[in-house]
């Protein structure tokens, strides 16, 4: 018996990217995306590029907190980040399956 050959291609016929976190630059998504939103991956890419930049604000808050008030301890801001760091992804996780 001949197994069937499958035709898997993961790239995305508009922008050429395959949607690999960390392999293809999200540049051309994004450019490919303003001309037209059925680029397979602009749509993660940009939620994935949101969550990021929440993260990072949210970083250096608690930092910035952390060096200026005495009373706020190390466990608070682990515990904070943590806290703060799960709700950007269930909204990150719920965004992108409504996508989907």
């Known amino acids: ?43 993660l890419y940009v939620k994935q590029a949101i969550l990021n930049d929440n993260t990072n604000k949210m970083v250096f808050e608690l930092i910035r907190k952390l060096e ?15 806290s703060k760091y799960d709700e950007f992804m269930d909204q990150y996780f719920d965004k992108v399956n409504k996508q989907n």
């Open 1 to 43: 018996m001949r197994k069937k050959k499958i035709d898997y291609n993961p790239y995305c016929e508009l922008c050429g990217n395959c949607g690999e976190e960390g392999c293809c630059s999200h540049i051309g998504c994004f450019s490919t995306l303003v001309k037209n939103p059925k680029c397979e991956y602009g749509f």
């Open 68 to 82: 200026k008030d005495e009373s706020y301890t190390k466990e608070q801001f682990i515990s904070d980040f943590n």
